[in-house]
Nanobody, 122 residues
């Protein structure tokens, strides 16, 4: 299973970005997907996750109402739409997937993509 994250960049506070996570080597439609982030000097932080079957979602309190996670199974791609970005959202963002039940911990996911940098200027 390979995951390729993309879509990061530099944006002003209040702006938007959409991250993509392209999957290969698996039946992505049956995988739960998540996004994590790591800011400089900090631990990995759970951002959001989505269940493959029900489509139910889970968000960190810090992004609830601003970020939206989704999956397009036909395209084998997951997304993280990020609106009203804040400087504290600056981090490297990672997508992850698992054929099992997702959680909010890194160990709950089996496969990881490389990170994509998101920088929000004030």
């Amino acid at each position: 299973v390979q995951l390729q994250a993309s879509g990061g960049g530099l944006v002003q506070a209040g702006g938007s970005l959409r991250l993509s996570c392209a999957a290969s080597g698996c039946t992505f439609s049956t995988y739960d997907m998540g996004w994590f982030r790591q800011a400089p000097g900090k631990e990995h932080e759970f951002v959001a996750a989505i269940r493959w079957n029900s489509g139910s979602t889970n968000y960190a309190d810090s992004v609830k109402g601003r970020f939206t996670i989704s999956k397009d199974n036909a395209k084998n791609t997951g997304y993280l739409q990020m609106n009203t970005l804040r400087p504290e959202d600056t981090a490297v963002y990672y997508c992850a997937a698992t054929p099992g039940a997702y959680g909010s911990r890194r160990v709950d996911f089996d496969y990881w993509g490389q990170g994509t940098q998101v920088t929000v200027s004030s």
